[in-house]
């Protein structure tokens, strides 16, 4: 099982962008399902972007337009670029290659990275 490390966030002001990387331990290249989930306090976990293997991605209606995810299986990493942050996108941001994607469980988590957007 793959290990994931978060990093990119961090504080910004509303209007601001940031971009969050995960490195993966191995080889990326055959996991189907890759995605970013977060998890405002006193809310449950979304899956805000995911991405195939073939490089299909789908966003939460959300972040649709504002946040581009991608992949590159040669370097093991998946990306998220957040551009026109606002406030409720205020999060921990978690990467993932979870075993049961619908249900956001099982697999292989990173740690987490926080993002604070300000007013």
């Known amino acids: 099982q793959i290990q994931l490390v978060e990093s990119g966030g961090g504080l910004v002001q509303a209007g601001g962008s940031l971009l969050l990387s995960c490195a993966a331990s191995?080889?990326?290249?055959?996991?189907?399902?890759m995605g970013w989930y977060r998890q405002a306090p006193g809310k449950e976990r979304e899956l805000v972007a995911s991405i195939t293997s073939s490089s299909a991605t789908q966003y939460a209606a959300s972040v649709q337009g504002r946040f581009t995810i991608s992949r590159d299986p040669n370097k093991n990493t998946i990306s998220l670029q957040m551009n026109n942050l606002k406030p409720e996108d205020t999060a921990v941001y978690y990467c993932a290659a979870p075993r049961w994607p619908l249900a956001g469980m099982g697999g292989s988590w990173g740690q987490g990275t926080q993002v604070t957007v300000s007013t």
């Open positions: 191995g080889s990326i290249s055959g996991i189907y399902f």
